[in-house]
Structure formats: structure tokens, C-alpha cells
């Protein structure tokens, strides 16, 4: 059985659908907050790291000091073996800790927009039920170029690097597929992101909306690829 951890950014950025799946398998996860200055855990207290989103940008140094503790920690995890996934913020972190530039993007996107599979994830086995378009959940101003020696998986209408995988180890998802009904309403309690310019920002009652008919199977989605990738 496989031991996760989960990395914590903000109160209001849980592990969502990814806490509900170990709970539900019985499988064990600790999480590490760094808004509560937790330490940093050992390396060999996991098999798998769950990187969690965040409003910060991989490159506030100065305001989130930890952020470079945690950038070297993942380099750690990748040389070690460890499996890892990132959601948004995490993907960021993910990117930046295999050499890629992340940077603002040209576009925000807030909201439950599609994201288009890549011919690449036919080869992976653990998005086997990731259909052709998926609506999910975005939240995130900023992107990444992908890193030498992954494989791009997934676009949108807005940000083309979506999802990559890098040698069947670790994974970025720069959506959050982690998301449900029961976890939006943290996300909507960051109101003035719906003020945000851009042709792919909704309105409060969009996203609600949309989490209702998008969330149950971007939920059944997560659950098979966490069955299949944590093996």
C-alpha cells in the first residue's frame, strides 16, 4: 500500500477529491502545511507526494520563503523515485523543479473550461478514462513551458500545457482535478477573481453551475487515475 503525501499551500486549497480516495481505499496520507510552518517531512515517510495549489507564484521567494525549500525537496523526490502529482500551483512547482520557465500567463482562467487529450496520453495507462474532452476546473494566471524529457498530455482554449508526464514518475495537472462541489466553496470565497479581465474568467454563478455538471465525473476521472498511477 502507498503512503501519500500531500503538500499544503493555503487553508483554502485542500487535497479535495484526493483526501476522499485514500479515505476510501485505506490508504495513509499525511499532509504538510506550509502556510503553518510545518517541516519539511523525510524523504522516507512516503511512496507518493500530492502537490496541492495556491494563490502564491512558484517565484515569491521573498513572501513565501519556503517556496524554495519545497522546489528542492521535490528535486529530492524525483531523484529518489518517488512518485509525484501536482495540481496548478503544484504543476508550477513540478515544472520549475525539472528546469522548465513558468511564468504569467497571457491569459487568466477561472472557471470550468475543457481540457483536450493529447495523442501522448494514449500511452499512459493511468489516464485511460480521461475522455477526449474533459470540463474542469481552472484557477491560475500563470503557466509553464514544458520540461525536457516529459510528454505533453493535455490543452485548453486558454493555456495550451495543460498535463505532462515525465517518465511515468511524476505528473502535472495545471487544473485541479481535485475539485468537487463540496470543495468550491473555499475557491469562491476568493470573490475578486471573478473580476479578473480575460474572455475565459466566469461569474460566480457559472462556476457553481458548472461544478454541478462537470464535477461528478472529473471526480470518477481522479479517483481511476489515483487507483492506477499510486500502484
Known amino acids: 500500500m502507498s503512503r501519500i503525501h500531500c503538500f499544503q499551500h493555503t487553508a483554502t486549497e485542500g487535497p479535495g477529491g484526493v483526501g476522499r480516495w485514500a479515505k476510501a481505499r485505506g490508504i495513509p496520507m499525511a499532509t504538510t502545511r506550509f502556510d503553518l510552518n510545518h517541516s ?5 515517510s512516503m511512496d507518493v507526494l500530492v502537490v496541492m495549489g495556491g494563490p502564491m507564484n512558484i517565484y515569491q521567494y521573498r513572501e513565501y520563503p519556503w517556496l524554495r525549500g519545497e522546489r528542492e525537496f521535490i528535486q529530492a523526490a524525483l531523484q529518489a523515485g518517488k512518485k509525484i502529482i501536482g495540481f496548478c500551483l503544484g504543476a508550477q512547482l513540478l515544472a520549475d523543479a525539472l528546469g522548465a520557465r513558468v511564468y504569467q500567463h497571457s491569459q487568466y482562467e477561472v472557471g470550468w473550461f ?12 493511468a489516464l485511460a ?7 474542469v476546473l481552472h484557477w491560475h494566471g500563470d503557466s509553464f513551458d514544458l520540461p525536457a524529457g516529459t510528454q505533453w498530455l ?4 486558454a493555456c495550451s500545457h495543460q498535463a505532462f508526464i515525465y517518465q511515468n514518475q511524476a505528473i502535472g495537472f495545471q487544473f485541479h482535478l481535485e475539485v468537487a462541489v463540496e470543495d468550491l466553496k473555499q475557491f469562491v470565497g476568493c ?19 458548472g461544478a454541478g455538471e462537470h464535477a461528478p465525473l472529473a471526480q470518477e476521472v481522479l479517483f481511476e487515475f489515483l487507483d492506477r498511477f499510486t500502484v
Open 191 to 209: 470573490g475578486s477573481d471573478f473580476k479578473l479581465p480575460g474572455p475565459f474568467v466566469q461569474n460566480e454563478e457559472q462556476v457553481w453551475k
Open 154 to 157: 493535455a490543452s485548453s482554449g
Open 129 to 135: 478514462s480521461f475522455p477526449e474532452e474533459l470540463f
Open 40 to 44: 519539511l517531512p523525510a524523504m522516507d
Open 114 to 125: 475543457p481540457v483536450i487529450r493529447r495523442p501522448a496520453m494514449g500511452t499512459v495507462a
